[in-house]
């Protein structure tokens, strides 16, 4: 009776592992997922098999009776326990020693159940819901449950049982900044064609971990990864990460980039967390890319927990209409602006639409109006003021005075199309000469010739006078 009091004591204990609730009547079990559990995973399932390994009698619950009712269950049982053979045919379970850990125990059932599936039979529940209900439980009875997530567990029915899961969860958080910015941010950013944006992903290793992360990375078209950076990991666990194999759950074709976290390494950081660290180019595509997002997913426990986390980027565009200035439905084709940021010449090319685009390799800080008087600008950031500046207009219009700032407005990469484009006017006036053209001067030699003629004209007729 005495060692039949420490068994319960012991049960007690490992159901008080996992905050058990009990209530009398039905046998049933009930967990409650832990509060790292996000319902807004993609996958979110765990499976729990539960295996029943001892009958109990709590007619006296101050002196609960265990049995087995077969010599082959009683001798697999692990050697913690001891078992004796009454004359009603059941064997009788003990402890052997009350100091024997929890932990101990689930760890020996669980070997046990692993090398006698026919005696112990185990009957799987899977499930994505919060809470898990395991039904169909015979009722006054000792069970090892097996969770694919993490901790394993026993417990004692004796009515309803309500628990709180143990079992941490792993997470992921992306974030993104500008090359030039100071902090990461999981806001949306505005970028610039040319430029480069900084991502972070962190994995938050739960600290029950014990099975393989897998982390696949895939960006839009128009972001290009740095291959030349690539990624780097804090803490370094660069030689500890391994490439994922077209088998393994979470494995994605055409994925930017994939790796795995072995067991062994989620392992040695558990409580802990991974940061990942990388950067990718704004590249020309991005003047289509309607999606403009990058997309991180993590998968853990053999697919059965997958978690995505998403960020993205805007790009903007401006533009310009050239009209006649008193006729608007005069479009002027061929006028010459420099662009400038501050004071720093912008360069751009044009793409095979009639679109400028930020190249500042190849471009030119040039830009013309076409056929319809239009300059339109793409793939702009609207934290910069790009300044147009009039260099060459139409014959027998005046230059604009006065440099023009674009008026930026978002690209969902539809909407350049029916914008409405500042009209920028020019006005016909009175075209002076210019170097090289008679000018006024032979007008002044005429004048000249005149006055002279008149002179000798009247210097001849007073000689004549004189004379006579």
Do not use: C
């Amino acid at each position: 009776m005495k060692n039949m009091k420490k068994l319960l004591a012991l049960v007690l204990a490992v159901i008080m592992v996992m905050a058990m609730a009990v209530s009398a009547q039905a046998a049933s079990i009930t967990i409650n997922r832990d509060s790292t559990w996000d319902s807004a995973a993609e996958e979110k399932k765990a499976t729990y098999t539960y295996y029943k390994i001892l009958d109990a009698d709590l007619t006296d619950a101050a002196h609960p009776v265990y049995t087995v009712d077969s010599v082959e269950k009683a001798n697999a049982l692990p050697a913690l326990f001891e078992t004796k053979l009454a004359s009603d045919g059941k064997y009788y379970v003990t402890l052997k020693d009350s100091a024997t850990s929890a932990a101990d125990i689930v760890a020996a059932l669980a070997t046990m159940v692993a090398a006698n599936p026919t005696l112990f039979p185990g009957t799987d529940v899977t499930s994505d819901a919060n809470p898990v209900v395991i039904n169909g439980l015979a009722d006054n009875a000792y069970y090892f449950i097996a969770a694919s997530n993490g901790k394993n567990l026993a417990v004692q029915t004796a009515g309803d049982i309500e628990i709180n899961e143990k079992n941490t969860y792993p997470s992921i958080n992306k974030e993104q900044k500008k090359a030039a910015d100071p902090t990461y941010t999981e806001a949306e950013i505005p970028a610039e064609i040319g430029t480069y944006i900084d991502y972070k992903v962190t994995v938050s290793i739960p600290a029950d971990a014990n099975k393989d992360i897998v982390v696949v990375d895939k960006m839009t078209d128009g972001l290009q990864y740095d291959s030349t950076t690539g990624l780097t990991y804090s803490p370094d666990i660069k030689a500890k990460v391994a490439d994922v194999e077209t088998t393994d759950a979470g494995y994605a074709a055409g994925a930017t980039w994939q790796i795995k976290i072995p067991a062994a390494t989620v392992i040695e950081n558990r409580g802990n967390d991974i940061v990942i660290t990388y950067r990718a180019l704004v590249t020309e595509a991005a003047l289509t890319d309607t999606g403009r997002e990058n997309e991180v997913t993590l998968t853990y426990d053999e697919g059965n927990y997958v978690l995505k986390d998403k960020i993205e980027y805007t790009t903007y565009f401006g533009g310009i209409e050239k009209v006649d200035g008193a006729d608007n439905s005069i479009k002027l084709e061929g006028v010459k602006f420099t662009l400038k940021v501050g004071a720093d010449d912008f360069k751009v090319s044009k793409d095979s639409n009639g679109f400028y685009y930020p190249d500042p390799d190849n471009g030119t800080n040039e830009v013309v109006t076409d056929a319809n008087g239009l300059i339109i600008i793409r793939g702009l950031d609207n934290a910069k003021t790009y300044t147009l500046t009039e260099t060459e207009t139409n014959a027998g219009y005046n230059l604009l005075d006065t440099p023009k700032d674009l008026v930026l407005v978002e690209d969902d990469g539809t909407a350049y199309s029916t914008a409405t484009y500042d009209k920028i006017v020019n006005n016909k006036g009175t075209e002076l000469p210019s170097t090289g053209g008679i000018g006024t001067t032979i007008f002044y030699a005429a004048g000249l010739v005149m006055v002279l003629g008149a002179a000798v004209v009247l210097i001849s007729r007073r000689k004549a006078e004189a004379e006579d």
